[in-house]
């Protein structure tokens, strides 16, 4: 259970009541009274923009009381002499990065249930981005988390192995460096290791399942031995609703995101063999094609993506909608999206280039960054705000080598860097129609290695200056004609072109080779 703090009154409950990740309460401010209080018990804050402040006591902990700290002659000594520095770990984006790698921690009974129980069929866990997963004798469980203002939203995946052998052998691989203590109460854990790769032997009849990480990815293989039946591999799918995709992919649907059960990338040795999921039901099972029997067959899927919802609620009478309609990543992993939304809450992060919706009737044109893990780093509206009910879009996004961004909407043209500060704008032409009226719409953009920008779609009726004087096609044919023009990375336009005969054409995507 999450506690609700009370604005009028600086308390905290008991932190043995933290859930097994340490969560205690959401709200409250960061006074210095509430601070002090918090950190006595041994409680922490943590928050980001547009999310109530949530108060953390982990086990991991240890609470040190200045003034009741007794220090040597011989160290105040060292201290008063000098001849030393106080440095701090200032490698953010490193740190990060090596935190998201996905490893198993084994439990000795840190791990509890909300009740203060041990989990001990609980063998190791760990996390991958914004999930945690908990390895059991039969099965996995994934945990994806949501903080919706005064309320957590917990929601759980367990994937059970049907029929699988609950005493397989567990063998750990690669040790990480470092061991971890846990005191709990009165009861004190030493020596908690942590593993790179976890296998169970024998979890089937001469078939071993492994875990370990790959590109910062959770993954798993099923290793079937020679002479084994690789359709003893059953899995049924609690907490979420299973989904088969058009690719082969299995989606696991539930109210907080969605987790991707790849397509199985099915080999022996150097050859592949053709495989497919089947789902009945909430039971996956695996197709596989002939293989060499005398050899092991290892069944590798793709591995699990993270998924999330995106948008949040609408202050006007309209339902809140948000779509996205671009999405590009940059050589970090880093995913952008952009799209449109009338959602009121959850798109701008606080200090965004547009922090607002503006009227409640606007549907407005958005850019969000997010991690390699999923996490939102930040997002914005983007778009004019006047007059009232104005509709629009952001239709592509694509990245350059320095991580910068660049969004299309409508006849504008946007650069942002990687940390989300505005860099600047241009609209692609003069462009109206006989009625005034702006009939521009650039879907798609690409960027060269060079920086150079390339931006598609379409216009009609269109008076002047959308064509640069020499180019394809300098005027348009009649209905809406395609667009496409390039821009220098300071964001002057190079050249654009129309595209098109007498009836209705348009760019849908562009791409350089």
Same mark, same amino acid.
């Given at each position: 259970m999450v506690f609700r703090l009370p604005d009028d009154e600086i308390v905290f409950p008991n932190p043995e009541l933290a859930d097994e990740d340490g969560l205690?309460?959401?709200?409250?401010?960061?006074s210095a009274e509430r601070l002090i209080l918090a950190y006595q018990n041994g409680i922490f804050p943590w928050f980001s923009d547009d999310d109530p402040i949530c108060w953390y006591s982990p086990h991991e902990r240890c609470v040190i009381y200045p003034d009741r700290l007794k220090v040597r002659k011989s160290m105040k000594q060292v201290l008063k002499n000098g001849g030393f520095k106080v440095t701090a770990n200032q490698a953010f984006a490193e740190r990060i990065t090596s935190s998201d790698q996905p490893t198993f921690r084994e439990n000795k009974g840190q791990i509890k249930d909300q009740r203060g129980n041990k989990r001990s069929d609980i063998l190791?866990? &760990?996390t991958s981005?914004?999930?945690?997963?908990?390895?059991?004798?039969?099965?996995?469980?994934?945990?994806?988390?949501?903080? $919706? @203002?005064?309320?957590?939203?917990?929601?759980?995946?367990?994937?059970?192995?049907?029929?699988a052998n609950p005493k397989a052998n567990i063998k750990t691989e690669q040790r990480v460096d470092g061991k971890?203590?846990?005191?709990?109460?009165?009861?004190?854990?030493?020596?908690?290791?942590?593993?790179s790769k976890v296998t169970y032997q024998g979890i089937y009849k001469g078939i071993d399942?492994?875990?370990?990480?790959?590109? &910062?990815?959770?993954?798993?293989?099923?290793?079937?031995?020679p002479g084994a039946d690789y359709q003893q591999i059953r899995m049924e799918v $609690? @907490?979420?609703t299973p989904t088969a995709k058009p690719d082969g992919a299995i989606n696991l649907y539930t109210p907080l995101g969605i987790v991707e059960e790849g397509v199985p990338f099915v080999y022996q040795e150097y050859t592949t063999v053709t495989s497919s999921w089947n789902l009945n039901n909430h039971t996956i099972t695996l197709d596989v094609g002939n293989f060499d029997r005398t050899k092991p067959l290892i069944i590798d899927p793709v591995v699990r993506q993270w998924s999330t919802y995106y948008g949040g609620t609408s202050g006007g009478a309209f339902f809140p909608m948000t779509q996205g309609f671009g999405t590009t990543s940059d050589a970090n992993g880093n995913v952008f999206m952009c799209g449109q939304t009338n959602a009121t809450t959850n798109i701008a992060t606080?200090?965004?280039?547009?922090?607002?919706?503006?009227?409640?009737?606007?549907?407005?044109?958005?850019?969000?960054?997010f991690s390699p893990a999923g996490i939102r780093e930040w997002g914005s509206y983007l778009g004019p705000t006047a007059p009232s009910g104005v509709t629009s879009a952001a239709g592509g996004c694509a990245t350059d080598a320095s991580g910068n961004v660049y969004v299309t909407l409508g006849s504008i043209l946007y650069k942002f860097n990687s940390g989300g500060t505005f860099q600047w704008s241009t609209t692609a032409a003069g462009l109206t129609s006989s009625t005034g009226i702006a009939m521009f719409n650039a879907t798609r953009i690409a960027v060269s290695s060079a920086g150079q920008i390339y931006v598609a779609g379409g216009v009609s009726s269109a008076t002047a200056n959308v064509a640069t004087s020499g180019a394809f096609q300098t005027t348009g044919a009649g209905g809406t004609d395609g667009y496409l023009g390039k821009f220098d990375p300071d964001g002057t336009r190079i050249w654009a072109t129309f595209y098109g005969g007498p009836n209705n054409d348009m760019f849908s995507d562009v791409s350089i080779a």
């Open positions: 205690l309460a959401v709200g409250g401010d960061l190791y866990y &760990g981005g914004a999930m945690t997963y908990y390895l059991q004798p039969t099965g996995i469980s994934y945990q994806l988390y949501k903080i $919706n @203002g005064d309320s957590t939203t917990v929601q759980r995946i367990d994937i059970r192995w049907i029929d971890d203590h846990y005191i709990l109460n009165v009861e004190s854990l030493q020596d908690i290791k942590t593993f399942l492994k875990f370990y990480q790959q590109d &910062g990815q959770l993954k798993y293989d099923f290793i079937v031995h $609690n @907490g979420a606080t200090g965004a280039y547009q922090t607002t919706l503006g009227n409640v009737t606007n549907t407005l044109g958005f850019v969000a960054k």
